[in-house]
């Protein structure tokens, strides 16, 4: 039987982590290659997600410090920002990452840009804006979008999400956020060094709740401390309602109910996959959590496979690239490489940064897994005496043979230091084998040593 | 925007809500619903699908009969599943 021929060896959807890596490795291996992207080329994190909001936190971290400069003998006249100018420079460092190339640079590449929705009319079929296109193989990476709870009034009174936040003129009188998460934690970070009344919520008793408990109580201590934000926890945001040009939030806290006025709302509540493609028309399951794919990216029909925020996880970009590659390596080669989670860092830009991998102590708990656990202060390390840092810690956890299974670090540059532990955990080392490695002195690393030193003492 | 309708065969053709109402209001007229409340919730599953539809130039006609089986779900189980299992035809 003669073989079906279609326009295309491989086509993804979507331009961001999880669909342009695979692109551009079917195209170098000589595919013909096309993407579809509806949006903006790179897709979220660097339009709107890592990049700017990172870019922005950068020039929050340079103001704090500078606020705070007159402990290491620097004086400065009067210090302020110009908000206009921050998200200039955010917006350049958008531009950097390539995004502003637009399709410029798939196309070099042989990569065929489509701009349209892609919708599925068969497993081997997708139109883009009437025009029907075929492939042997696709790559499912069409992201999320932001989950926005059904609360009354929210809809009227108004609201932003990360997408509005990144590209504000200038930070708000106060701010509510919904949500407390790493997201949301970021913005109240960024809004609070810029001046920003912030009222910071949960409905969970803990802000940062995938993370270890030390590590949210510290990051809320800082917050409530350090930034004078109101963190809210246990609290449910009831109804918003518009005051005149502000808006009021009024949420329960135990029995007790409250109000908050506040210039703007900001809902970091979670996203839910974009998976309205017509994924039945092509046999592909799915709920509304994500794509359902097995250990090699595959999904339920057998030719298209899915990466990134769409299938989870985990919502970051080094995860789907990860995946990117999984999905093209196992559509390109007949030995299958399969996805491992061990070892996924975790970080959320805060300052102190917050940083994590592996397992976390209550996960341990949940499969009720023997472990040893340790923490190391960073106050007790050669560098936080020359930085003058108090606040931060390390914390390891091993099996009961000393294997490294996870990590929490809340400290300078945590978002470096997490990578030793992380290649640690992915190569099943134990805690002595990292205690017995040399560190620099006086490097923040020194935490790491000294509190596997102390579970390889157990 | 007018939305092309895929069909089975590849034929196409272009969205009809009258034809839509229609199969609705057959799908619940079949489980005994009253005339007057099967013509509403006919309006009402036609509404949501024309704003689902808005941004898809084109959608095949198994999309159709998932999506709106899903609208017609929350107004009648019993109609949904008729209309989701059942050649009315759209």
Known sequence: MAKQTYDYDLIVLGSGGGGS?????????????????????????????????????????????????????????????????????????????????????????????????????????????????????????????????????????????????????????SLFIVGAGSVGCEFAELFSVFGSKVHLADITPRILPKEDEEVSELVRDTFENERGMEILTNAKVLRVAKEGLAKRVYFQQGAIEKSVKVDEVLVATGKLANVDIGLENAGVEYTPRGIQTNEFMQTTARNIYAAGDVVGPYNYTHTAIYQSRIAANNILHKQKVAADYRAVPRVVFLSPEVASVGLSEDECIKRDMPIKKAIAPVAIIGRANTSNVERGFVKVIADRHGVLVGASIVSPRAGEMIHELTLAIQMRLQAADVANTIHAFPTWSEAVRIACSKVAKM | MHTTIVKRHKTTEQYDEIKLMRSIYAACLAVRTPAGEAEITAKRVAKELKAWLQKKPEVTSHDIRIHAAAFLQKYSTHAAYIYKHHGIVH
């Open chain 1, 21 to 173: 890596v695979a692109a551009l490795i079917a195209a170098g291996a000589g595919k013909r290659v096309a993407i579809v992207e509806p949006g903006e080329m790179g897709g979220e994190c660097p339009n709107y997600g890592c990049v700017p909001t990172k870019s922005l936190l950068h020039a929050a971290e340079i103001y704090d410090a500078a606020k705070h400069a007159q402990q290491f003998g620097i004086r400065s006249g009067t210090l302020t920002y110009n908000y206009p100018s921050l998200k200039a420079w955010k917006d350049m460092a958008v531009y950097r990452t390539g995004t502003g190339e637009g399709k410029r640079l798939y196309e070099a590449e042989g990569i065929k840009v489509l701009e349209g929705e892609a919708h599925f009319i068969s497993d081997h079929e997708v139109t883009v804006n009437r025009r029907h296109i075929s492939a042997e193989s696709f790559i499912i990476a069409t992201g999320t979008h932001s989950s926005i709870p059904p609360i009354e009034g929210l809809e009227k009174a108004g609201y932003i999400t990360f997408k509005e936040a990144v590209n504000l003129t200038r930070p708000p009188k």
